[in-house]
């Protein structure tokens, strides 16, 4: 991605709702995700280039990103101006069950910048399909984040443990993975 050549690429945004800030989702790292994520936004707004949000619409009984509730909400830093385009989700993957495929191909977009949450779920598993669909995927290391889990093993894994395997199993196989400073470089 170039300066000179940004027609093709889009912003998308995964998942970046209030209800993941819910403290019984244990430690999460980068607390600074949502302000790199701002900083990319406003300079994709700045050069008028497409952005997408996508929002989980969880069926979960438990979720606090079900639609009724207030955890459905994006936050603040991130929230969308009328005419940026929007899709829900009830899975993983921002492009199944959504027209984000379809709308990617209408608006001749071939290659996505991708950030939000959480690393090791959906912006996991939307990076892995708009790879496998063809898109060329810039994964932004510090513009995502992931929780503390207790593995199958259990045994604590770290926040920060998680994020890192996950972005060293994307990277050069499904994406690049750059940060925030890199993105925005290559934009001047």
């Not at 959504?98 to 209408?106: A, N, P, S, V």
């Not at 926040?159 to 940060?179: G, K, M, P, Q, Y």
Request: with cysteine; glycine share 6%; hydrophobic share 40%.
């Amino acid at each position: 991605m170039s300066a000179n050549n940004t027609d093709d690429v889009a912003l998308l945004l995964i998942d970046v709702q209030k209800g993941l800030d819910d403290p019984d989702l244990g430690r999460r790292n980068n607390p600074d995700a949502e302000a790199n994520m701002a900083l990319l936004l406003a300079e994709w707004r700045r050069r008028g280039l497409p952005v997408i949000h996508i929002r989980h619409c969880s069926v979960e009984a438990g979720s606090k990103l079900r639609p009724e509730l207030p955890g459905n909400d994006y936050k603040d830093e991130v929230r969308p101006l009328p005419g940026e385009k929007e899709f829900t989700k009830t899975v993983n993957s921002a492009f199944i069950g959504t027209g984000l495929e379809d709308h990617l191909q209408r608006s001749a977009i071939s290659k996505l910048v991708i950030v939000g949450l959480t690393t090791d779920h959906c912006v996991s598993a939307s990076t892995r399909m708009a790879s496998d669909l063809g898109f060329d995927v810039i994964l932004v290391a510090d513009a995502t984040a992931a929780f503390e889990r207790c593995g199958y093993d259990g045994r604590q894994y770290a926040a920060e443990d998680i994020h890192r395997v996950n972005l060293v199993s994307l990277d050069e196989e499904f994406c690049a993975v750059r940060t925030t400073a890199e993105v925005l470089g290559a934009l001047t």
